[in-house]
């Protein structure tokens, strides 16, 4: 894993750029990992794993039926947004089981995008509840599938119950252009907290 550069979260490292880390959550197989994967400008480090019996009826399947591999630690890739802003990724495991990781996975994190499969909505709460209880700023991505349906943004966000100044944006996590759209809307919302200044000091 190359780490190079890699300075204290949200400071600015030598040559005025500033690393970032962000957490990729949401429920399981939202399309973390696919993410990760599409945008990271290196080889993603994964920690995938054959999905086992121990899922059934933990997981809700629907519309992942086909899947045949899960999350069991992180996902790691990185991106440059710009000359002066480096994000670490860093994808959450999307199985219950695994969210005992959560809390030092989340250590040093200025932000999130919380992604979540609108046929599947309740998967995600637990990844909101997350960020609310650990105050770690987050936008909503909706990781849109072939027979997702469309829903105004308003039920949504009310079906999230999130509150009206946090970003809900729509994705395909399989598409490298879309990916970064939702870490621009990450960075601009942050910015917007004054959690992160996008120009180097
Ligand atoms: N059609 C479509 N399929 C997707 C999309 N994103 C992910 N997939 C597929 O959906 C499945 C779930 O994706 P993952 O990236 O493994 O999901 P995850 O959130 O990392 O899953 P866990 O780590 O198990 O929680 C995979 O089979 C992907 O190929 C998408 O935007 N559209
Ligand atoms: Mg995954």
Redesign the pocket.
């Known amino acids: 894993m190359d780490l190079k550069g890699f300075d204290r979260p949200g400071r600015p490292a030598a040559g005025g750029t500033r690393s970032v880390k962000v957490m990729i959550a949401?429920?399981?197989?939202?399309?973390?990992?696919?993410?990760v994967?599409s945008v990271s400008d290196i080889k993603p480090l994964t920690t995938?794993e054959t999905?086992t019996q121990a899922s059934v009826g933990d997981d809700h399947l629907i519309g992942?039926a086909?899947?045949?591999?899960?999350?069991v630690s992180l996902?790691f890739g990185k991106i440059s947004l710009n000359d002066s802003l480096m994000l670490y990724l860093f994808?959450t495991?999307?199985?219950e089981r695994f969210w005992f990781l959560w809390n030092g996975l989340f250590k040093g994190a200025l932000g999130a995008i919380v992604?979540v499969d609108t046929r599947r909505l309740a998967s995600s709460f637990r990844a909101i509840e997350e960020m609310e209880r650990q105050d770690v700023p987050f936008v909503i991505a909706l990781?849109?599938?072939?027979d997702s349906k469309q829903h105004p943004i308003e039920e949504i966000r009310d079906a999230l119950d999130i509150s009206p100044d946090i970003p809900v944006v729509a994705?395909?996590?399989?598409?490298r252009a879309s990916s970064r759209d939702v870490l621009i809307a990450l960075i601009r919302h942050l910015k917007e907290r004054s959690a992160i200044a996008l120009e180097p000091r």
């Open positions: 949401g429920g399981f197989g939202t399309g973390k990992t696919t993410l994967r995938e999905l992942v086909d899947k045949t591999e899960t999350t996902d994808g495991p999307g199985q992604l990781n849109i599938f072939p994705c395909d996590a399989r598409d």
